[in-house]
């Protein structure tokens, strides 16, 4: 566990998001697999989820975001990207640069930040980092997936959950009780415990060989019970690391915005956290778990209020998770 106060170098203001126009809703996915509607809404609460069609890749959706969350900032340009993906375009190179490059943000710093479903939340310090370090004035992060190509069709145990989508947020400098601060930071991991939630081939450790598509190693492995557990434990952890390195309490957060992957999960949290229902941000119906899109698609849903203390949390493959708070700037939106 690391935690960082950041939390006067950086402010958010724009924010932008994109989905498929696709939507695959559950009765549609129980014509193909021995699911229904009601256990997927039971189980997680999700609904129904957007889908991207075969020609559509996440840069694709990152650049779209990225647009509307510039404009948004009022900002034609940004002089950094950060990109959080699991699902890049391809292997190499890093999305990012693509993701600049079509935003006509030439030469500027671009990365991709790999956290799992909290992307988003490293992307952000990561955003803040490099505004610390002088890299960049105006910073561009982006969370964008394509889940569902991940995801292995036939397995009921994952195919109900995932969704496709992107969302972005700029980030410049600023000062700690200016509309918008963000920070401090808590970020952490596990990697003992990566192979719950894990693509086994694909990389250097294995190759996406016959045997290898035989097994379905190319696609997301999830052991969905105990990865309940732990995204619930790290992420009441993480929030309350969050909250006192900023010297603050449970009731001081109006919005708890945490990582859309199942109702359940966030309905633990905030019970265990001390968030009344009504605070806490859930669009997990409509997107299903976008992984580092999900939290900047919620912020979009959320219809927060200028001066809200917003806390992020979020958890994924890794195992990695972190938090964040965020004053609520007064945004045009897109
Ligand atoms: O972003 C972070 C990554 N992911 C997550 O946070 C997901 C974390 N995990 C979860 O959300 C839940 O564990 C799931 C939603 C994946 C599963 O819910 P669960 O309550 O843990 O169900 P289960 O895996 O224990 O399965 C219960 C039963 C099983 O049948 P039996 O063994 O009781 O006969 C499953 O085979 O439900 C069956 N099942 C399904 N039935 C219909 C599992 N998936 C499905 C399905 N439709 N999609």
Redesign the pocket.
Known sequence: MSVSRLGTSAVLRGLGAAVPSRVVTNDELSQR????DE??RT??GIAQRHVADAGTATADLAVEAGARALKSAGAGEADAVVCATTSPDRPMPATAPEVAARLGLPNVAAVRVDG??AGVVYALATGAGLLAAGVAERVLVVGAEIMTRLVDPDD??????FGDGAGAVVLERGDADQPGAIGPFDLGSDGDLADL?AIPAGGSRRAVDADAIAERANFIH?D??E??RQ?VRRMVESSRNVLEAAGLTVDDVDRMVG?Q??A??LDAVGDRLGVPVERRVSNVARYG?T?AASIPLALVDADLRPGELVLLTA???GLSWGSTLLTWPDLATS
């Open positions: 697999l021995s699911t229904s256990w997927v189980r997680t799992g479903c009921l145990g994952t195919a109900v959950l939630l999830m969905g019970k990865v309940y995204a990582h992957a199942n359940r999960i778990n992984s958890f994924g493959a």
